[in-house]
């Protein structure tokens, strides 16, 4: 079976520039999860879906930041513009649904570098 | 302070030994998660405590959960260089789908 799938899986750009992170969950799970990984802060919780909507972004940092879900299957984080400080790891991960208990299943990650 | 915290921070152990991880919360468990992180491969999830007293294997690793000191320990035994990586506690505090994470342990095995 096909765990979380993201790309890129390396992604180095400018300052300033445009970066979206794509993310495709595990079929028939129905919650998706964007999180950041950094040597400082650990990992992050930025925004979670459930059936597709928002539920919650209280991580996303700033507005240069923003997430959707099209669909079941797809996913973007989308940084605009960039900054150096955003540079990270960028996980997705899903579990089968928002209950307690659940198990999330991340994906190989995206290293962003902003230079 | 974290709410999760991970001892120790980093091992390293000859191939063989065994050795133990752990991973004490500041808050009710609701549920505790052991994952594994290699470089380019993301969380690879390992196992899922949610009761006092609770205790799985995956191979040669076991996990425990101690719900009354809100502690969870992770033990492999006869540690091989396979075993290398980082090692990360996931909690849900809240009863609810937001993890916290401890900080990682990174394991060394040398050969």
């Known amino acids: 079976d096909a765990g979380v799938i993201q790309s890129p899986r390396h992604e180095v750009t400018e300052m300033g520039q445009e970066v979206t992170l794509r993310c495709k969950p595990i079929?028939?799970?129905?919650?998706l999860f964007w999180y950041r990984q950094t040597m400082m802060r650990g990992l992050e919780l930025l925004i979670y879906?459930?059936?597709?909507?928002?539920?919650?972004d209280s991580g996303m940092p700033e507005d240069r930041f923003s997430a959707k879900m099209p669909n079941a299957s797809f996913s973007t984080l989308k940084i605009q513009p960039s900054e150096p400080r955003d540079s990270a790891v960028y996980f997705c991960?899903?579990?089968?649904?928002?209950?307690?208990?659940?198990?999330?299943?991340f994906g190989p990650g995206t290293r962003l570098l902003v230079l | 302070s974290q709410e999760l915290e991970q001892s120790p921070q980093s091992l390293i152990v000859q191939e063989g030994k065994n050795l133990t991880i752990n991973c004490t919360s500041s808050?009710?468990?609701?549920?505790l998660y052991w994952y594994k992180q290699k470089y380019g491969e993301g969380l690879i999830f390992l196992m899922m405590?949610?009761?006092?007293?609770e205790e799985k294997s995956h191979e040669k690793i076991t996990a425990k959960l101690d719900e009354k000191k809100q502690q969870s320990s992770l033990h492999i035994t006869a540690s091989q260089p396979s075993h290398a990586g980082i090692y990360l506690c996931?909690?849900?505090?809240?009863?609810?789908?937001?993890?916290?994470f401890g900080t990682g342990t990174r394991l060394k095995v040398l050969a």
């Open positions: 079929s028939g799970h129905n919650s």
């Open positions: 405590l949610q009761k006092g007293g």
């Open positions: 808050k009710t468990l609701y549920g």
């Open positions: 996931g909690a849900d505090t809240s009863g609810t789908y937001k993890y916290i």
């Open positions: 879906f459930n059936n597709n909507v928002p539920i919650d």
């Open positions: 991960a899903s579990s089968l649904s928002s209950g307690i208990r659940e198990t999330q299943y």
